[in-house]
């Protein structure tokens, strides 16, 4: 009965996280499909509404080991939270009196993770449990539960593979209807709908709680549509039209049967049900979509019920819900209205203050008010809605309606015959009282098509005109300098901005102009001009989209001049008053690499990271150099350590070995000893490197028991170091890495080398030392107590070495447990303390 329950409750788990949009399959797997034209079939989803729970929980899951972790979130919702979960760090046990066996009791460790939602955790006791005990009657519970894991953890193939196996290896019980309906929903999320399918019918007929076979039906209906079996969908769909607490399917499924009707052509039928849906269901965005298409349908079957589409449609823009229904609605009702003959209304809904306008469906009912505007025999009008529709949907069956039948239309149009037409007009009124406004737009065609050649000499004539207003004079000397910029005439171009600033002041374009002209004093060189007219549109137009340019171009200029402080000021002023400006990067770059030179690297860094960021192609390159020495004088080596894989990646530059040997020394330092391990071995394949440079990533080797590694790193560090000393030192570190790898012939011969080189002094009394490690290590504590003990015997007082020497005398002594070893202790103690008390006490020897 408890695994019936879990599985139940596990299933509901999973549907109330779809209903309320936790964890819920991708949204694309309740979007519409696709029909034949590959235009969408709309589906809605199911109630949004919460699925009530079932009334059984799971009791909690006895724990036979201690869980050492909490829960780093509170339970997500939708999740199975058992009825009583203790204290994580407690242990808890089985009732007095019952013997668990180890089958049960390894699946009592997984269950215990389990119930804390600790999957991650959980899974490999479940694996453990499989692996161990292949024929426990725990099996399906446990391969279910290790699905689960894998699903909530987003290992999806696992969870598939693990379902899989449990409806392989079991036919029944009652994991079987879960763990279908699970892999069903996997495969539903992939495409694999034929799988899905065969598994969701599974679903549908083992599962004993009502709501998720509900489920599982539903579906399966989709499935079936996936799968062009639209009958077969139908009839899965019509099994869910009765209403139940446990079906929140029955709106969805509704629609899809009036959807698949109205697709086999049974109109009547479709609109049935389409009206049911509409009066009947209470989710607010079915209620819109089936309320409008039931005026939509109305109007197609035989006779149209008009009426009834209207009263549909009304109703719609009342409803709460997507603006795209009701855009539908509006057009509908238009549509009704001029059908009707009532063309007046139609154009007065489009005149009303306020009335809203449909923006998606905005040309067809541009082209419903232009005919109401024709037939009323408003023509001006007409034409002027028909000329929106050419400009707003150019290439349109819409557009081809629209008759252009003036040359400002044409004009307005950009159609291939408007310049044929304008010399048409030209030719036959030569002198005619709009022959400079024809002339002007025909400059203005050659402009649009970036002609400037050919517009360039039209505007030109037009600068002395008499027929002009001053405003389209001035806008045709702004062009004319356009066009000769464009041209390369830069020379000409600041002449003409020159005179357009100065005979029309106040212009709308002067910013415009003056930017203009400042690009052209830039290409001739001359720099003052350029950041006279810059300034200019900085101080004077602080509202006009030309001063970020502006802002960009000064700075620029600045730089060139080698006055960095003031380029830097310039571009930080661009990105306080333009955040989003397009030179973002530019000006990043620029500020962090004038921070850079000044050595404010704390300010360069944030600079040059958020330019690379910006754009990696253009400063990735520019900024990882500046960017790995700032991280590197502000010492920061988790920001270094980045840099240094970043550039591994991009491979674009040598890491400095200054820069390596910092980083893997401060790592070795702090005893990040992997870490170290991987810069060192950057630095040791360079030319550059120092033999100190082996010994430390030896050293580091070591601590990671990578001993192998470490003893080609010390013997290359013997053989590099200069003077007996360092050698004997570099032998002795050679002699530890070959002690740990067992290879004790070869430690005995680096020591004993180390002894020849250093035959008194400090470091005879270290090769001592480790020829006692040797020892030890052989297994012969009684000799080497006697080595270490000659430390203090051949007249040795080195602070570290020599109380090292006696302490590790007294270990070995007493695991040699030859006679006389307690008195040797007791005496070699007493030396050690007496003789050495600081080094007792910072080693807290007893």
């Known amino acids: 009965m408890k695994r019936e329950i879990f599985a139940s409750v596990s299933l509901l788990s999973c549907l109330l996280s779809h209903s309320r949009g936790v964890d819920a399959p991708p949204a694309s797997l309740l979007k519409p499909f696709l029909d034949d034209s590959s235009q969408p079939i709309p589906r809605a989803e199911p109630v949004n509404k919460p699925i009530p729970r079932a009334e059984a929980v799971e009791k909690p899951i006895p724990r036979s080991e201690p869980v050492t972790t909490t829960p780093k979130s509170p339970n997500p919702p939708g999740t199975v939270k058992p009825a009583e979960i203790s204290d994580p760090n407690t242990i808890r046990i089985t009732p007095s009196g019952t013997l668990r066996s180890p089958a049960q009791l390894q699946v009592d460790v997984a269950n215990a993770y389990y119930a804390q939602q600790k999957f991650e955790q959980a899974a490999p006791e479940y694996e ?30 696992a969870a598939k593979n693990t379902y899989e196996t449990l409806l392989a290896q079991f036919q029944n019980g009652d994991f079987i209807g879960p763990a279908a309906y699970q892999l069903a929903q996997l495969y539903f999320a992939d495409r694999q709908y034929r799988d899905a399918l065969s598994l969701y019918r599974k679903a549908a007929v083992r599962l004993k709680d009502p709501l998720a076979a509900n489920s599982a039906k539903f579906f399966s209906g989709r499935c079936m549509e996936a799968l062009g079996q639209k009958l077969e969908a139908r009839v899965a769909y019509e099994e869910l039209l009765t209403p139940s607490e446990n079906n929140p399917f029955q709106d969805a499924s509704r629609l899809s049967v009036a959807l698949l009707l109205k697709d086999s052509g049974r109109n009547p039928e479709a609109l049935r049900q389409i009206q049911i849906l509409a009066a009947k269901t209470e989710n607010p965005d079915i209620k819109l979509e089936s309320t409008v298409r039931s005026g939509l349908w109305s109007l197609e079957v035989t006779p149209p019920q008009t009426p009834l589409a209207d009263a549909a449609f009304k109703k719609a823009i009342t409803l709460p819900g997507s603006a795209h229904w009701k855009e539908i609605a509006q057009l509908g009702i238009l549509r009704i209205a001029f059908d009707a003959g009532k063309y007046q209304q139609v154009v007065d809904a489009y005149n009303r203050p306020g009335s809203p306008t449909p923006v998606n469906l905005r040309a067809e ?55 044929t037409a304008i010399d048409q007009y030209l030719t036959a009124n030569p002198e005619g009282e709009k022959h400079d406004q024809i002339l002007l737009m025909k400059a203005e065609l050659f402009f649009k098509k970036q002609d400037y050649a050919t517009a360039a000499p039209i505007y030109s004539a037009l600068e002395l005109s008499r027929q002009l207003s001053g405003t389209m004079k001035a806008e045709a000397l702004f062009k004319l300098g356009w066009c000769q910029k464009a041209l390369g005439a830069t020379s000409q171009a600041t002449k003409a901005f020159t005179a357009f600033i100065d005979g029309y002041p106040t212009h709308k374009l002067v910013s415009g102009a003056m930017i203009q002209r400042g690009i052209c004093w830039e290409s001739q060189k001359n720099y003052g001009a350029a950041l006279a007219d810059y300034s200019d549109i900085i101080q004077k137009f602080p509202q006009s989209k030309e001063r970020e340019l502006a802002l960009q171009r000064k700075a620029l200029i600045l730089g060139t001049q080698s006055d960095d402080a003031k380029m830097a000021e310039v571009f930080k002023l661009l990105l306080k008053d333009y955040p989003k400006t397009k030179a973002r990067a530019e000006a990043d770059y620029w500020i962090g690499d004038v921070a850079f030179r000044a050595k404010n690297y704390k300010e360069a860094v944030e600079y040059l990271e958020e330019a690379r960021k910006l754009e990696p192609d253009q400063y990735g390159e520019k900024t990882s150099i500046r960017l790995l020495q700032s991280h590197y004088y502000l010492e920061d080596k988790v920001a270094t350590a980045k840099e240094i894989e970043f550039n591994a990646k991009v491979g674009k530059y040598a890491v400095p070995p200054e820069i390596l040997r910092w980083l893997g020394t401060e790592l070795h330092s702090g005893k990040a000893y992997d870490s170290a391990e991987k810069y060192l071995l950057m630095l040791t394949k360079r030319d550059e490197v120092m033999p100190e440079d082996f010994r430390l990533l030896g050293d580091s080797q070591f601590e990671i028991q990578k001993f192998r590694e470490a003893t080609v790193s010390f013997r290359t560090y013997a053989e590099k170091v200069k003077g007996s000393a360092q050698r004997a030192t570099a032998l002795l570190t050679l002699a530890k890495a070959q002690i740990a790898l067992r290879d004790f012939d070869s430690a005995q011969k680096s020591v004993d080398e180390a002894v020849a080189l250093q035959p008194e002094g400090d470091i005879n009394g270290e090769a001592k030392v480790r020829a006692g490690d040797i020892q030890l290590a052989r297994g012969n504590p009684a000799e080497a107590a006697k080595l270490y003990e000659t430390v203090f ?7 570290e070495i020599t109380p090292r020497a006696l302490s590790k005398a007294i270990q070995a002594t007493k695991l040699a447990q030859v006679a006389g070893s307690e008195e040797k202790v007791k005496k070699l103690t007493n030396l050690l303390q007496s003789r050495y008390p600081e080094y007792v006490q910072g080693n807290k020897i007893p």
């Open 365 to 419: 009912f541009l082209i419903i008010v232009g005919n109401s505007f024709r037939q009323l025999n408003k023509t001006d009008e007409a034409l002027k809605i028909f000329d929106q529709v050419a400009k707003e949907f150019p290439d349109t069956a819409y557009a081809k309606d629209a008759q252009y039948e003036r040359l400002k239309m044409l004009y307005s149009s950009g159609d291939a015959q408007a310049l």
């Open 793 to 799: 015997l051949a007249g040795i007082d080195h602070p």
């Open 128 to 157: 453990k449990f499989l692996s161990l005990y292949p024929n426990a009657s725990e099996r399906p519970e446990a391969l279910f539960r290790l699905g689960e894991c894998y699903r909530l953890s987003g290992t999806t193939n």
